[in-house]
């Protein structure tokens, strides 16, 4: 993936190429990405619509298999007054165990997505582009065995203009990253 490519029929770049397509915060996770076997060259970025952000538009309007994209969803989970975050990379076939995987492994006793302003600010990044590049390192991130297994996925940038196509096993390599094969659920 290291050379422009087409996936569905966006065309891609090097993401380096063009951060004007990412939120700051991913632009300086990929900058500073460093991973025997995943160079940053692989992480290739397509300007889209960003009225066609949200997965099932995207995906309809740029051809592109609903396996073939992860989503990232954000958990807060509250135990004895502390909220504690994780990411939740997940195929968009399927949707995140919050209240039961999440839920235990985070500890909480309540766990839900966290709330819209709230992911925004903490994240630096646009609702419905938020992505697992660039979050904040003292969060988990939850990766489903089958994003991690997956050549290539498509994932948010940051912000709603782009995605970000990376090997799946890159998702690994991000600090906290856990991978769990319950993670995501049928649909």
């Not at 300007?47 to 298999?65: H, K, Q, S």
């Not at 799946?168 to 049928?186: I, Y």
Request: hydrophobic share 45%; charged share 25%; with cysteine.
């Amino acid at each position: 993936m290291s050379t422009d490519s087409t996936f569905g029929t966006l065309k891609a770049v090097p993401a380096l190429d063009r951060t004007d397509l990412l939120a700051p915060p991913v632009t300086a996770a990929i900058r500073e990405w460093e991973h025997p076997g995943i160079p940053a060259g692989e992480f290739q970025v397509a300007e889209i619509d960003p009225e066609l952000a949200d997965t099932a538009a995207f995906c309809a309007a740029y051809d592109v298999a609903l396996d073939a994209s992860a989503n990232c969803v954000i958990i807060a989970g509250k135990r004895g007054g502390e909220t504690r975050y994780a990411a939740c990379m997940v195929l968009a076939t399927t949707r995140a165990d919050v209240n039961g995987v999440v839920r235990r492994r985070l500890d909480a006793r309540k766990a839900s997505f966290a709330p819209m302003d709230d992911a925004v600010e903490r994240t630096g990044m646009e609702y419905g582009g938020i992505t697992a590049f660039g979050l904040p390192a003292d969060w988990p991130v939850l990766v489903d065995r089958r994003v991690a297994e997956s050549a290539g996925v498509i994932v948010g940038s940051g912000l709603r203009r782009s995605k970000l196509l990376v090997p799946g096993r890159a998702l690994t390599e991000l600090p906290g990253a856990e991978v769990l094969d319950d993670l995501g659920l049928s649909t």
